[in-house]
């Protein structure tokens, strides 16, 4: 009796990591395809104990990926042993282009009230997606005082943006309280 052990295969292309993705909202593919001349099938999966496919993995948000591969032989070759690529989706760069400070009454602070806050051809959610700080240079009563906001990224906004400043100078006005 002869047995016919079955052949590895050597004729393989590794998939390679996309370069300089970065964050668009809309999935995007991570890598570009391996191959195999002949005798198997290139597959992929996100996690190594996953489902392996023969479709390029995609991600959508910004961060760290694994694109785990292998071959899957036919009847007569082997599956190849799991590898896998790193991949990276960076985040998308964000610019404050406008803050908006509401007029305050006098009252001896240099708290500042923000009303909005505008980024480049994106529209985020107070409380949701960003906070925002201001303070006046002084507490003194005038009008086109310095005003310096400070914006923080929060949530899935900050997974996926990354502020190009995080400070944002305006002007306000603080107006002469009432009398007692």
């Known amino acids: 009796a002869v047995t016919v052990q079955k052949a590895?295969?050597?004729?393989?292309?590794?998939p390679t990591a996309q370069e300089n993705l970065t964050y668009t909202g809309q999935e995007q593919a991570l890598i570009t395809a391996g191959s195999v001349t002949d005798y198997g099938t290139m597959q992929y999966s996100l996690t190594e104990n996953g489902t392996y496919?023969?479709?390029?993995?995609?991600?959508?948000?910004?961060?760290?990926?694994t694109v785990w591969y292998r071959v899957i032989g036919d009847a007569n070759h082997n599956d190849t042993a799991l590898a896998s690529v790193p991949v990276s989706i960076g985040k998308k760069p964000l610019t404050i282009t406008g803050v908006t400070a509401a007029s305050k009454p006098y009252d001896g602070t240099t708290d500042a009230d923000i009303s909005s806050v505008s980024f480049d051809n994106m529209t985020l959610t107070r409380g949701t997606d960003y906070t925002v700080t201001a303070r006046f240079d002084d507490a003194g009563v005038g009008s086109g005082k310095n005003i310096t906001a400070t914006v923080t990224l929060m949530g899935q906004?900050?997974?996926?943006?990354?502020?190009?400043?995080?400070?944002?100078?305006?002007?306000?006005?603080?107006?002469k309280a009432a009398a007692p």
């Open 53 to 65: 496919s023969p479709d390029i993995p995609t991600g959508t948000d910004a961060g760290a990926y």
């Open 8 to 14: 590895d295969i050597r004729s393989i292309t590794p």
């Open 157 to 175: 906004a900050a997974k996926n943006y990354v502020l190009e400043q995080s400070n944002f100078m305006t002007t306000g006005s603080i107006i």
